[in-house]
């Protein structure tokens, strides 16, 4: 007997840019996406981002989590977690919770992690900050470096 549970949620897709096909202007997607051709444009992804070893991408990027592995010029904002594989090459600025770069990876712009807590922004932007930083705050960590890997 077949058993109907209307309670389960459908599998999640993935959407596929393919090798070889170039896309110009906006993509928004709930579910997960695979870029292993080329965008120019903006990406907004309710899922998880992947930029295959092969894949391009010029513009911005927003998403919950991204593995990158691929070539991205531009911005890339993620809300929790973002892989760079051995193979990844960033240049622009990176915004997210948590970063993880693999050996090899290449990274030339800024990178700003973490949350601050909203009481210590204001008053670093008062320029109190030196006593009014919570205990348990998460720190905000933001620089501009190269990461290049020689042989």
Known sequence: MARND???SPPTQ???IAAGTTLEGTISTKDDIRVSGQLKGT????????I?????VEGEVFAVDADVAGFLKGE???KERLVLKSTARIEG???TTRLIVEEGAIIDGTCRMGQLDPKRAEALKAGD???TAPKQ????????FSMLTGD
């Open 14 to 16: 993935i959407n596929l």
């Open 129 to 131: 900050g030196a006593n």
């Open 137 to 144: 705050a998460q720190p905000s960590k933001q620089g501009t």
């Open 93 to 95: 600025s990176i915004k």
């Open 52 to 56: 295959a070893q092969e894949g391009q």
């Open 76 to 78: 890339i904002t993620i």
């Open 43 to 50: 990406l907004k992804v309710e899922g998880k981002a992947i």
């Open 6 to 8: 209307s309670s389960a």
